[in-house]
T-cell receptor, first 112, second 113 residues
Framework: QQQVKQSPQSLIVQKGGISIINCAYE??????FPWYQQFPGKGPALLIA?????SEKKEGRFTISFNKSAKQFSLHIMDSQPGDSATYFC???????????FGTGTKLQVIP | KAGVTQTPRYLIKTRGQQVTLSCSPI?????VSWYQQTPGQGLQFLFE???????NKGNFPGRFSGRQFSNSRSEMNVSTLELGDSALYLC????????????FGQGTRLTVV
C-alpha cells in the first residue's frame, strides 16, 4: 500500500510553542521521508528530510523523529513563529524512481 | 541558480479542449516529476521523466500525457478536458530522482469551465 496518513488536518499553536505533526506509512519499501512547507500560491518547498537509518534529524527549529518499527515519523517545530503558518506535507519515497507519496497536509496557524 | 519555472501560471479552458503546460527544471537536473494538487485529493503523482524517458506513472487516465526534451524541459498535456481536471499542476525537478532533494515550481493553476 502506498498510503501515507497525516494528522492533524489543522493545528493552531501560540507563538513560541511547539508544533507537532504526525505521519504513518505502510509500505516498508519507502526509504526517504521529506517534509514540505507550502505557502498559499506557492509550490511546496523542501523543509527537512530523513532516511530510516536514523531516528532523529534536526535542522534549526525543525526536527524529524522517525520510528521505523512503528512506521511513523513526525515533524516538530520548536519556538513556532507566525511566519511558520503554512501547510505542511509529509511524504514518502521509495527507491528507484521519484514517485513521491504525499500525506494529506496539515494547515498550521501560529497565533501571536 | 534559477529555480523551477512553470508556464503559464494561470489558464482557463473549456470542457473538451486540450492544454499543454510547460516546466523548465533547474539547470543540471535530469528528473522532472508532475503532480496534481486539489483540495479534495491533495497532491497526487502524475508521472516522472528522466533523460527524456518516462520512468514512472501515477493512476491517471491516458488523457494525461507528458514528454521531456533533450534539455530536460518537460511538457504535460491534458486532452479532452473535464471539469474535474481543474487543479494546481506542479512540477518538481531533482538531480537523480528518487531519494534526492526535489524542488517544486510555483505551479500552473488550471480552471476548466
Amino acid at each position: 500500500q502506498q498510503q501515507v496518513k497525516q494528522s492533524p488536518q489543522s493545528l493552531i499553536v501560540q507563538k513560541g510553542g511547539i508544533s507537532i505533526i504526525n505521519c504513518a506509512y505502510e509500505n516498508t519499501a519507502f526509504d526517504y521521508f521529506p517534509w514540505y512547507q507550502q505557502f498559499p500560491g506557492k509550490g511546496p518547498a523542501l523543509l527537512i528530510a530523513i532516511r530510516p537509518d536514523v531516528s532523529e534529524k534536526k535542522e534549526g527549529r525543525f526536527t524529524i523523529s522517525f520510528n521505523k518499527s512503528a512506521k511513523q515519523f513526525s515533524l516538530h517545530i520548536m519556538d513556532s513563529q507566525p511566519g511558520d503558518s503554512a501547510t505542511y506535507f509529509c511524504a514518502a519515497d521509495s527507491g528507484g524512481y521519484q514517485k513521491v507519496t504525499f500525506g494529506t497536509g496539515t494547515k498550521l496557524q501560529v497565533i501571536p | 541558480k534559477a529555480g523551477v519555472t512553470q508556464t503559464p501560471r494561470y489558464l482557463i479552458k473549456t470542457r473538451g479542449q486540450q492544454v499543454t503546460l510547460s516546466c523548465s527544471p533547474i539547470s543540471g537536473h535530469r528528473s522532472v516529476s508532475w503532480y496534481q494538487q486539489t483540495p479534495g485529493q491533495g497532491l497526487q503523482f502524475l508521472f516522472e521523466y528522466f533523460s527524456e524517458t518516462q520512468r514512472n506513472k501515477g493512476n491517471f487516465p491516458g488523457r494525461f500525457s507528458g514528454r521531456q526534451f533533450s534539455n530536460s524541459r518537460s511538457e504535460m498535456n491534458v486532452s479532452t478536458l473535464e471539469l474535474g481536471d481543474s487543479a494546481l499542476y506542479l512540477c518538481a525537478s531533482s538531480y537523480q530522482g528518487a531519494g534526492t532533494e526535489a524542488f517544486f515550481g510555483q505551479g500552473t493553476r488550471l480552471t476548466v469551465v
